[in-house]
């Protein structure tokens, strides 16, 4: 059975811009901490969000139970 290379391929999610106004010092942090994992800022950024939104997702499901 052989596949199409269609079903390969992967599609990127579609993403929202978002003008975010950080103090120069955040900014310093955050470009720090992305550097030692070899992220950019906008990608650590999201990183930081979507850890955060998984934990508070997490902790209302206990709740709920």
């Known amino acids: ?3 199409d290379f269609r079903e390969l391929t992967i599609v990127p999610d ?3 811009s978002l003008l975010l106004r950080i103090n120069t010092e ?3 942090d955050l470009n720090t ?3 030692d994992e ?3 800022v906008n ?3 999201e990183y930081i969000l ?3 939104v998984h934990k508070r ?3 209302r499901r206990s709740e709920e139970d």
Do not use: F, G
Request: cysteine-free; aromatic content about 8%.
């Open 57 to 59: 997702k997490k902790r």
């Open 33 to 35: 901490w992305a550097k």
């Open 26 to 28: 955040l900014w310093n």
């Open 1 to 3: 059975m052989t596949r």
């Open 43 to 45: 990608a650590q950024i």
């Open 14 to 16: 579609k993403k929202k």
């Open 38 to 40: 070899l992220r950019s």
């Open 50 to 52: 979507r850890a955060e």
